[in-house]
């Protein structure tokens, strides 16, 4: 259902249905990233970092879909060192990235190639 009402921007309707299956235990890894795209879709970057920081916090950040779009909410909205960082913790995870990552990388070398972005070893 909320990928339903994401696809239409009830963003109201899915945040309703997404409280209940948090308040059930029912929230999964999935419906964070369905709420986090959703966000992200519909231009509420605030809400969707939330939706990240919970996602890490709650130790669902386990799979290369939920990277990926922590990935691109990061790299939409300019926060290269997030993504980069974000990246790192990915690799270190021992998550290898997929084939969208690597575009991105190729598409995007400002992202990963500014000095900002890296830490001195």
């Known amino acids: 259902m909320i990928d339903l009402y994401s696809e239409r921007s009830m963003v109201s309707e899915a945040e309703e249905i997404f409280e209940t299956l948090k308040q059930n235990g029912d929230a999964n890894e999935f419906t964070y990233a369905m709420m ?21 916090e709650l130790g669902l950040m386990r799979d290369l879909l939920s990277y990926n779009h922590v990935l691109g909410l990061y790299a939409s909205d300019g926060r290269y060192k997030d993504a980069v960082a974000t990246f790192d913790e990915m690799l270190k ?13 190729h598409y995007s070398p400002e992202m990963w190639s500014s000095k900002e972005c890296y830490r001195e070893a």
């Open 36 to 56: 986090l795209c959703m966000y992200k879709r519909n231009g509420r970057f605030v809400e969707a970092f939330c939706i990240a920081r919970k996602m890490r």
């Open 93 to 105: 995870s021992l998550i290898k990235p997929d084939d969208y990552i690597q575009i991105t990388r």
